[in-house]
């Protein structure tokens, strides 16, 4: 399954109600709040999307399930339409999607569609993998308002290593500023895993370093 901004329906409602709020089954800007706070205090990934994992962990105790209404139709990863992909996607990561939906069940276009939507979106039409951070001053006031003011953004303007070493500094598991953690664990590959102990659990679960 997977409710994001937008989706709706009775699992939404099942979702509202169990986080406390009014159950109108419209997954909005509250809702997306409420599930990134409950994601922060249980260590997932605070990114307000409910996949199983976050479902499973938020029903632990009384076994809900997602409606059969709401739940698409599996489809072998090797049926997908992928030729009408073609011109909008990459060839290399076309050719990885047979596996890769294999792999972690992504079973029907719908989830397709939401992978690759949040690929095509964190790597700019899949041609960052790694995270930039070249920001103007302006820009760092603009994108980074909490941590850069008019006076202190010309000090780090133009610098990606230490913009990133104070923005990702003291969060998901980096060191301080000085550690140079945020750059050394900066958004990475086409989803950009951001941070130390988001790298450790990919690492993990992939075995990659």
Known sequence: MLLKKGSKGEDVKKLQAKLGLTADGDFGSGTEDKIKT??????????????????????????????????????PPDN????????????????????????????????????????????????????????????????FPKYFTAATAAAYAHQPTKIASKVYALRMGNGDETSGDGFKFRGRGYLQCT??????????????W
Not at 47 to 67: E, Q, R
């Open 80 to 143: 997908f339409k992928l030729a009408d992909l073609k011109g909008h996607i990459p060839d290399e990561v076309l050719a990885q999607i047979p596996d890769t939906a294999a792999k972690f069940n992504i079973t029907n276009p719908l989830r397709l569609s939401h992978f690759l939507a949040q690929c095509e979106h964190e790597s700019a039409g899949f041609k960052a993998v790694s995270e930039n951070l070249n920001y103007s001053a302006k820009g760092l006031q603009k994108i």
């Open 195 to 208: 941070g130390k102990s988001n790298y450790a659990e990919f690492d993990k679960a992939f075995g990659l």
């Open 38 to 75: 409950w994601q922060t205090a249980n260590g997932l990934t605070s990114d307000g999307i409910i996949g199983d994992k976050s479902w499973a962990m938020l029903f632990a105790n009384d076994n809900a399930k997602p409606t059969a209404a709401t739940a698409p139709v599996a489809i």
